[in-house]
Nanobody
Framework: QVQLVESGGGLVQAGGSLRLSCAASGRTFSSLTMGWFRQAPGKEREFVAA????????IYADSMKGRFTISRDNAKNTGYLQMNSLKPEDTAVYYC?????????????????WGQGTQVTVSS
């Protein structure tokens, strides 16, 4: 079992920044990939970014490249998503997730444990 708790969401103006955190407990977080996904109202959940267990490799959705940065601190069992140059279309509930196995990628169905989500709202 892995428990994930996101925090750091909120209301920000376009062009602003937010840093999301994902605190993990339970099974060894440091050995697992971590991903961030988001879901806007009326839309399907979409991949945002993923980071390997060591932090040495990252993947981003094309629309987030150059604006978002995923990172992790395994000593603190915490992952992060730094979001800069936010746009109104970034408004969504953001979720962190981890897979049980060795999966490292973009497919949401491969992730087994999910947090409750944190709301990010970007005003124009």
């Amino acid at each position: 079992q892995v428990q994930l708790v996101e925090s750091g969401g909120g209301l920000v103006q376009a062009g602003g920044s937010l840093r999301l955190s994902c605190a993990a407990s339970g099974r060894t977080f440091s050995s697992l990939t971590m991903g961030w996904f988001r879901q806007a109202p009326g839309k399907e959940r979409e991949f945002v970014a993923a980071i390997s267990w060591s932090g040495g490799s990252t993947i981003y959705a094309d629309s987030m490249k150059g604006r978002f940065t995923i990172s992790r601190d395994n000593a603190k069992n915490t992952g992060y998503l730094q979001m800069n140059s936010l746009k109104p279309e970034d408004t969504a509930v953001y979720y962190c997730a981890v897979p049980v196995g060795n999966y490292y990628g973009r497919r949401a169905q491969e992730y087994d444990y999910w947090g409750q989500g944190t709301q990010v709202t970007v005003s124009s």
